[in-house]
T-cell receptor, first 114, second 111 residues
Framework: KAGVTQTPRYLIKTRGQQVTLSCSPISGHRSVSWYQQTPGQGLQFLFEYFSETQRNKGNFPGRFSGRQFSNSRSEMNVSTLELGDSALYLC?????????????FGSGTQLSVL | SQQGEEDPQALSIQEGENATMNCSYKTSINNLQWYRQNSGRGLVHLILIRSNEREKHSGRLRVTLDTSKKSSSLLITASRAADTASYFCATDGGGADGLTFGKGTHLIIQP
């Protein structure tokens, strides 16, 4: 069974641009969560999607958005990029994100904003 | 916001020794999970312990949980060079914040 796939692996953008990151979950998994990882703040929860609906959202500005498609693939979008958005963006999937389920993470997209 | 705080931030030991990492958290939890991250890669789930459990084993891993002290520890026995990684605890409070991760312990195993 293929793991969680994130594309692209690396991305370089300039301030003010927008970016779209993609995540394909493990086959059969319907929940996709996104996390931002930085050296200063560590891992922070962005949002979680289940069956094309956003169920939970972390404390991030509205510039960060996402969506999930009927095949459970998910994208996240960051508009008007800021230098502080430079981070490793991790996607994780699970069957239904019920209590006690473990998350399966992709290798992440390393975003650098210049 | 960070709920879990790992201690120490970094740990360097010789191969074959045991490594112990600690995690403290602030609010009530349903379960606590430990993940490993190799440099610049995704996280790999290691073990989950529920709030009504006190100790759990998986291979060379032993996790304890003390809900009265809001703390957990991860013990890796007979360490190997391949155990070099960052280790994170993550709490699940059942709320809308997803898993809340600590900042991690960076473990280096010297050959």
């Amino acid at each position: 069974k293929a793991g969680v796939t994130q594309t692209p692996r690396y991305l370089i953008k300039t301030r003010g641009q927008q970016v779209t990151l993609s995540c394909s979950p493990i086959s059969g998994h319907r929940s996709v969560s996104w996390y931002q990882q930085t050296p200063g703040q560590g891992l922070q929860f962005l949002f979680e999607y289940f069956s094309e609906t956003q169920r939970n959202k972390g404390n991030f500005p509205g510039r960060f958005s996402g969506r999930q498609f009927s095949n459970s693939r998910s994208e996240m979008n960051v508009s008007t990029l800021e230098l502080g958005d430079s981070a490793l963006y991790l996607c994780a999937s699970s069957l239904a994100h019920r209590e006690g389920e473990k998350l399966f993470f992709g290798s992440g997209t390393q975003l650098s904003v210049l | 916001s960070q709920q879990g705080e790992e201690d120490p931030q970094a740990l360097s030991i010789q191969e074959g020794e045991n490594a112990t990492m600690n995690c403290s958290y602030k609010t009530s939890i349903n379960n606590l999970q430990w993940y490993r991250q190799n440099s610049g890669r995704g996280l790999v789930h290691l073990i989950l312990i529920r709030s009504n459990e006190r100790e759990k084993h998986s291979g060379r891993l032993r996790v304890t949980l003390d809900t009265s002290k809001k703390s957990s520890s991860l013990l890796i026995t007979a360490s190997r060079a391949a155990d070099t990684a960052s280790y994170f605890c993550a709490t699940d409070g059942g709320g809308a914040d997803g898993l809340t991760f600590g900042k991690g312990t960076h473990l280096i195993i010297q050959p």
